[in-house]
């Protein structure tokens, strides 16, 4: 069920058109997989990069992220080319995604979700999704890379990018307010949307002397997420002290869900980098 690229450095698998694994040249994991995370669809897998489509979270009708991190996508042997081409010196897999009986009893529209993974030379991880609407009517839909980063302890990272930005918090009503502080550091359980952010977000790793950069297009949200100590002892699938090696921080389309009428596509990218820093 997975595809292994470029020397192994990532791993995609075709449950939930999940990236499992993306590691550096020298073989050390970048994403985080919890020792508890249960692969046997349509149980979502606890880590990696979940694929949050049609909906994000609770936002809607639909379970819990949308049921597209559930299905069994299938490898897409002639997309359709992307403009501009994304392939030059990469190693690359494209999945698909189209509903079944089932989704479109749930979610009445019909679509062609393609998703193409890719590795360069240099390590960084691009994922580049399209949506394309082959109904004869309109239709909205949130999307988010559920991205869960291995860091050292979450008392030693900082995310930077995020400074003067609006939220919504989850953990109070999905109220809005204003992010106040220069960066922002972790002392409890954090789950939010940060709305409109710029195309980069770092994330600093102190003790492993590692940056992360997150670049995004076609992607204004950004979902920054810890369990923290007492939602950790509440997740079958995640180990107690798991949520001091793991931050989420996700490029989103939420607050303004995307609608495409009929024959429209839209397209989302996130590339991934990481370099040293002191
Ligand atoms: C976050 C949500 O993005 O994902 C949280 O905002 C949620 O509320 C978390 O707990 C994990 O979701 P899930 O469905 O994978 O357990």
């Given at each position: 069920m997975c595809a292994g690229f470029s020397r192994c450095l990532s791993l995609v698998s075709l449950h939930g058109g999940q990236v499992l694994s993306w590691k550096t040249d020298h073989g050390e994991e970048l994403l985080f997989i919890s020792s508890k995370a249960i692969f046997k669809p349509p149980t979502p897998v606890r880590g990696g990069i979940p694929i949050c489509f049609p909906q994000f979270g609770k936002r809607g009708s639909l379970?819990?992220?949308?049921?597209?991190?559930?299905?069994?996508?299938?490898?897409?042997?002639?997309?359709?080319?992307?403009?501009?081409?994304?392939?030059?010196?990469?190693?690359?897999?494209?999945?698909?995604?189209?509903?079944?009986?089932?989704?479109?009893?749930?979610?009445?529209?019909?679509?062609?979700?393609?998703?193409?993974?890719?590795?360069?030379?240099?390590?960084?991880?691009?994922?580049?999704?399209?949506?394309?609407?082959?109904?004869?009517?309109?239709?909205?839909?949130?999307?988010?890379?559920?991205?869960?980063?291995?860091?050292s302890d979450i008392s030693e990272v900082r995310i930077e990018g995020l400074e003067t930005l609006d939220y919504l918090d989850n953990l109070c009503e999905k109220k809005r307010f204003t992010e106040q502080g220069d960066a922002l550091t972790f002392e409890s359980e954090v789950d939010r949307v940060y709305l409109g952010s710029s195309d980069t977000v770092a994330i600093f790793d102190h003790e492993r002397k590692r940056t992360f950069l997150i670049q995004k297009e076609g992607l204004p949200d950004v979902v920054v997420w810890n369990p923290w100590e007492k939602k950790s002892k509440s997740m079958t699938d995640f180990g107690d002290e798991e949520y001091r090696q793991m931050l989420c921080v996700d490029g989103a389309a939420i607050e303004k869900p995307i609608t495409l009428k009929p024959g429209e596509e839209w397209t989302g990218r996130l590339e991934l980098s990481y370099v040293p820093s002191s």
């Open positions: 379970e819990q992220h949308g049921f597209a991190r559930n299905k069994i996508w299938v490898m897409d042997d002639h997309p359709p080319p992307l403009q501009p081409s994304d392939s030059s010196g990469k190693s690359f897999i494209d999945l698909l995604l189209k509903p079944s009986e089932d989704d479109l009893r749930i979610w009445p529209h019909g679509f062609e979700f393609r998703l193409r993974v890719s590795l360069s030379a240099n390590g960084h991880l691009t994922l580049i999704s399209r949506v394309r609407n082959i109904n004869c009517k309109p239709f909205s839909f949130s999307m988010a890379y559920h991205t869960y980063f291995s860091i």
